[in-house]
T-cell receptor, first 108, second 116 residues
Framework: RKEVEQDPGPFNVPEGATVAFNCTYSNSASQSFFWYRQDCRKEPKLLMSVYSSGNEDGRFTAQLNRASQYISLLIRDSKLSDSATYLCVVTPFNKFYFGSGTKLNVKP | NAGVTQTPKFQVLKTGQSMTLQCAQDMNHEYMSWYRQDPGMGLRLIHYSVGAGITDQGEVPNGYNVSRSTTEDFPLRLLSAAPSQTSVYFC???????????????FGPGTRLTVL
C-alpha cells in the first residue's frame, strides 16, 4: 500500500475557477504535512505547510483531517500560472513521502 | 547562497557502469536526502541522512550507496547501473530544529540519468 495517494488528474479548469485536490495517507503516525508545487522538468518547491487547524495563504487553503487521514488543497481564482503538478507530502519517522502528484491545467 | 547543487545535470551510462551523483548544500542543513522520480510515480526516497556520519535507507535503496562525511556533501553512488535506474534524481536538504519534520525541504535542480 502506498504511503500517500493522489488523483493524478489532470484537472483542466478555466481561469478564475476554484479547484480542490485531496490526498490520503496511510500512516497515522505522520506528523507533518506539506503541499509542493512542481513545474515541468523542474525541482519541487514548497507551496505551503498544512497545519492541524487549517491554513490559508492568499488564494490557497490547506486542510488536514487526521481522523480520515487526508489533506486537501483549495485554489481559488485560478491563474494561468497555477498550471503545474501539485505534490502532497507526509512525514512519519524522519522520512518525507511524496504523492505521485496531481496535474493542474488552467486554461484561458 | 547557492542552495542545493547537483552534478552532473545529465548523464548516460551503460549497464554495469558505476558512477557518483554529487550533491552539496551551503545552508548548513543537517538533513539531506536523495529521491528518484519516474513518470507517474512521484518522488521516492532512496537514502537520507540526519547528520554527518549518519545515513539510513528510504523506500528504494537497492543498488545505491551513500555516505555523509561532511555536513555539506551527500553523494549518491550507483554500484552497477541497470536500465531500471533510468530516472531523474533529486537531492534535497532541510534545516533541523527541535521538531525536524516541520521544516521545508530545498531541492537541487536534478540529474537526468539514462542507463542503456
Amino acid at each position: 500500500r502506498k504511503e500517500v495517494e493522489q488523483d493524478p488528474g489532470p484537472f483542466n479548469v478555466p481561469e478564475g475557477a476554484t479547484v480542490a485536490f485531496n490526498c490520503t495517507y496511510s500512516n497515522s503516525a505522520s506528523q507533518s504535512f506539506f503541499w509542493y508545487r512542481q513545474d515541468c522538468r523542474k525541482e519541487p518547491k514548497l507551496l505551503m505547510s498544512v497545519y492541524s487547524s487549517g491554513n490559508e495563504d492568499g488564494r490557497f487553503t490547506a486542510q488536514l483531517n487526521r481522523a480520515s487521514q487526508y489533506i486537501s488543497l483549495l485554489i481559488r481564482d485560478s491563474k494561468l500560472s497555477d498550471s503545474a503538478t501539485y505534490l502532497c507530502v507526509v512525514t512519519p519517522f524522519n522520512k518525507f513521502y511524496f504523492g505521485s502528484g496531481t496535474k493542474l491545467n488552467v486554461k484561458p | 547562497n547557492a542552495g542545493v547543487t547537483q552534478t552532473p545535470k545529465f548523464q548516460v551510462l551503460k549497464t554495469g557502469q558505476s558512477m557518483t551523483l554529487q550533491c552539496a548544500q551551503d545552508m548548513n542543513h543537517e538533513y539531506m536526502s536523495w529521491y528518484r522520480q519516474d513518470p507517474g510515480m512521484g518522488l521516492r526516497l532512496i537514502h537520507y541522512s540526519v547528520g554527518a556520519g549518519i545515513t539510513d535507507q528510504g523506500e528504494v535503496p537497492n543498488g545505491y550507496n551513500v555516505s555523509r562525511s561532511t555536513t555539506e556533501d551527500f553523494p549518491l553512488r550507483l554500484l552497477s547501473a541497470a536500465p531500471s535506474q533510468t530516472s531523474v534524481y533529486f537531492c534535497a536538504s532541510s534545516q533541523t530544529s527541535g521538531d525536524l519534520l516541520y521544516n521545508e525541504q530545498f531541492f537541487g535542480p536534478g540529474t537526468r540519468l539514462t542507463v542503456l
